[in-house]
C-alpha cells in the first residue's frame, strides 16, 4: 500500500509504503524558493519516481489539513481570506501529475475518492496538528507519550495536547486563534526588523546577546499559560495579526516598548535585550505547559512538533528542566514535516496498522550518482579529481584551515544540514566563524554555527543524555572543551548539536572520524550548504554553482574533488 502526503505551506511530499517512509522532499529545494508554499508538485514527482509508481498507482493521498475550516459564511471576515487550501486545491493540482490525454485526466466525480475515467484515488483531508503530532510520535522510538502541537495555527488551532499509546493518538486539550505562540513570535521578529515566519531564529540568535530580565516582566503580562484551562492567552491589544494586518503589532507594543527596528536599522543594546527577554519568556511558558501535560498523563515521555519547536534553545530546557525523562523531536517539526505526518496518521490512526518505522535519520531526498556528478562536471567544462576515498582528503583540507562543501548521498528533508549538503570548516579557528560570513553565507554576526560531534564523544564535550541527531536542541559545553572549539560555542556557552551514528552516516562519520586522527578533535563546524537566504542545494547543478559563486575552497561531491586555483 502506498500513501502520499501532502503539505502547502513549507510545501512537501512524502511517500510511504506499507508503513516504510521511502521519501520525502521538501519544494524549496527545487523550485529554489525559500520555504516555498507552491503545491509541491517537484516534490509529488520526485516521490513518484522514487518508489518507481505513478500517482494512479497511490492508494491513498492525504492532505495535512482540513480545508473544511476554511470555509466560512460569507458575513465573516474570515471569507474573504484567500487560502490555498480550499477544496478545489488538490484534486486540482493532482492532475499535474497524469500523462497521457485530457480524457485520462477527466474527472467524473469527488467525494472521499477521486473517481477518474480510467482509475481513482482516495483523497483525505486530515486535522493540522493531528498532522503535527503523527510526525513526531509514530516515527518516534516510543510507543507511549505525551505529545506537545505548538505553531502558529492550523486549522483554527495554535497548539494542542494529545496522548500518544501505540498506534492511536487521542486529543485532550487545546488552545484555538487568535492565541498563538507562534504569531506572536512572528510579531516581534517583524518588530526587531526581521521577516515573520522566515527569520525567527534570528532572535533567538540575537537573544543570547541581552539581558533576560530587561523586558520580562512586560512580556509576563503579555505571554502567560493558564492552568486552569490548559490554554495559551496573550494580550491582544498588544498584536494586531489576527486582523491579518501586514504589521503584527499594534501601537500599544511600540508604547511598551519602543519604536520598532527597520531592516537597515542598526542593531542596539535595546533590541538583544528584547530578544532575550523574550526567548526567555516564551521558555518559561512553554515549560509550565510541560510540566502540565506531565501531570495529565503521566507519562515520562514527550513528543514535539510544530513550527515553534524548532525553537532548539527552548528544546533543550524542556529536556534539562522538564520533569520528562525522554524528549523527542523528528527531524522536520514545521508544517514540511506534515507532510509524513500526514501519512503516518492514515496508516497509523486510520487503518489502525501497526507501528513499523522508526526515523533514525533524515536522509530521504534525492541522491545522485558518480556518472551523474561527472556528466553535470564535464557538462561545466570543470576540472576535477577522482578519491577513492574522498573523506581522507576532505579531512586534511580542513585541518589545513580550508573551507569545503560536502555533497554525498540523499538530501536532508528538514531544515538542517545533516552532513551531506553541508559546509563544514575547523571548529578550533575562533575565527572560522568570520571566515565563513565572509566568504559565503554573508550572515549575521551574532548567528552561531552548529556541531557535529561523533555521537562516541558527545558526553565529552556537552552536558547531555540522549544523541541528538537532527540538531533540534540545544546543549551546554563542557567548560574545559569550549577554548578547543571555539568556532561553534555560542555567546552562552552553548551549541546547537547533532551527534553523528556510523549506521546512519558512514561517510560523514568517517570524515569526522579522519579528522578526528588528526587532531583530536571528533567534531566539525557544520552549516548548510547554500548561500544566505537560499535553499539548502539539491542536485549537481546547484551544488557548482554555489561552489564558484561564493568563497568556498574545495567542493567534494560524490568521488570527486574540486579545487579552485591558489588552493
Avoid at 470555509?71 to 486545491?89: C, G, M, T
Avoid at 481513482?120 to 496538528?129: K, M, Q, R, T, W
Wanted: aromatic share 14%.
Amino acid at each position: 500500500m502506498y500513501i502520499l502526503g501532502l503539505n502547502d505551506s513549507n510545501s512537501a511530499a512524502a511517500i510511504i509504503k506499507d508503513g516504510i517512509l521511502l521519501a520525502a522532499a521538501r519544494e524549496e529545494r527545487f523550485d529554489r524558493i525559500k520555504f516555498s508554499d507552491a503545491y509541491p508538485t517537484n516534490a509529488v514527482n520526485y516521490c513518484l519516481r522514487e518508489a518507481n509508481i505513478s500517482l494512479k498507482d497511490v492508494d491513498h493521498i492525504v492532505f495535512a489539513w482540513n480545508p473544511g475550516h476554511e470555509i466560512e459564511p460569507q458575513e465573516s471576515a474570515a471569507a474573504v481570506r484567500a487560502h490555498k487550501d480550499f477544496l478545489h486545491y488538490i484534486p486540482n493540482n493532482l492532475l499535474r501529475h497524469i500523462s497521457g490525454d485530457k480524457l485520462n485526466k477527466k474527472i467524473t466525480a469527488i467525494s472521499e475518492k477521486i473517481n477518474f475515467h480510467k482509475g481513482n484515488i482516495d483523497l483525505h483531508f486530515v486535522p493540522h496538528h493531528y498532522s503535527h503530532a503523527a510526525s513526531s510520535f509514530f516515527v518516534s522510538p516510543y510507543n507511549h507519550a505525551a505529545i506537545l502541537t505548538l505553531d502558529a495555527y492550523g486549522d483554527d488551532i495554535t497548539s494542542q495536547f494529545f496522548i500518544g499509546n501505540e498506534n492511536k493518538l487521542e486529543a485532550i486539550g487545546d488552545t484555538k486563534f487568535p492565541h498563538s505562540m507562534g504569531q506572536v513570535f512572528a510579531a516581534i521578529t517583524q518588530y526587531l526588523g526581521y521577516r515573520a515566519n522566515s527569520d525567527e531564529w534570528k532572535v533567538m540568535g540575537l537573544a543570547a546577546f541581552g539581558d533576560e530580565n530587561k523586558y520580562y516582566e512586560q512580556f509576563s503580562k503579555l505571554i502567560r499559560f493558564d492552568q486552569s484551562r490548559g490554554e495559551l492567552r496573550f494580550d491582544l491589544d498588544y498584536f494586531s495579526f489576527y486582523f491579518w494586518s501586514p504589521r503584527r503589532y499594534s501601537e500599544q507594543f511600540i508604547e511598551l516598548f519602543g519604536a520598532e527596528r527597520y531592516e537597515d536599522d542598526e542593531l542596539s543594546q535595546h533590541h538583544m535585550d528584547i530578544a532575550a527577554s523574550f526567548q526567555k519568556r516564551v521558555e518559561d511558558v512553554v515549560l509550565e505547559m510541560c510540566d502540565y501535560l506531565y501531570k495529565k498523563t503521566g507519562f515520562d515521555t514527550l513528543c514535539l512538533s510544530g513550527g515553534c519547536t524548532m525553537n532548539s534553545k527552548m528544546n533543550g530546557r524542556i529536556e534539562k528542566e522538564s520533569a520528562f525523562k525522554n524528549v523527542w523531536l523528528a527531524s522536520s517539526s514545521d508544517d514540511a514535516g506534515c507532510s509524513i505526518g500526514a501519512c503516518y496518521y492514515y496508516w497509523n490512526q486510520v487503518l489502525e496498522k501497526e507501528r513499523s518505522f522508526n526515523m533514525s535519520h533524515d536522509y530521504f531526498g534525492p541522491e545522485y550518482t558518480n556518472a551523474e556528478i561527472k556528466a553535470a562536471l564535464d557538462d561545466s567544462l570543470i576540472s576535477y579529481d577522482y578519491l577513492e576515498n574522498p573523506y581522507k582528503e576532505a579531512a586534511k583540507s580542513i585541518a589545513e584551515n580550508k573551507i569545503i562543501c560536502w555533497f554525498q548521498g540523499r538530501m536532508e528533508f528538514g531544515q538542517r544540514a545533516l552532513g551531506n549538503r553541508s559546509i563544514l570548516g575547523d571548529p578550533r579557528d575562533i575565527k572560522m566563524k568570520d571566515k565563513i560570513n565572509h566568504l559565503v553565507k554573508h550572515r549575521e554576526w551574532y548567528r552561531p554555527f552548529a556541531p557535529s560531534i561523533l555521537e562516541e564523544y558527545q558526553s565529552d564535550f556537552f552536558h547531555m543524555q540522549q544523541s541528538s541527531p537532527f540538531m533540534q536542541k540545544i546543549y551546554d559545553f563542557k567548560e574545559e572543551k569550549k577554548s578547543i572549539v571555539p568556532a561553534v560555542v555560542h555567546k552562552d556557552g552553548t551549541g546547537r548539536l547533532q551527534t553523528v551514528n556510523k549506521n546512519d552516516n558512514e561517510k560523514y562519520w568517517c570524515l569526522i572520524n579522519e579528522f578526528r586522527k588528526l587532531t583530536g578533535v571528533p567534531l566539525l563546524l557544520n552549516t548548510s550548504f547554500n548561500d544566505n537566504d537560499e535553499p539548502i542545494i539539491c542536485t549537481p547543478k546547484q551544488a557548482i554553482r554555489t561552489f564558484f559563486g561564493t568563497g568556498l575552497h574545495e567542493l567534494y561531491i560524490g568521488n570527486y574533488r574540486i579545487k579552485k586555483q591558489g588552493f
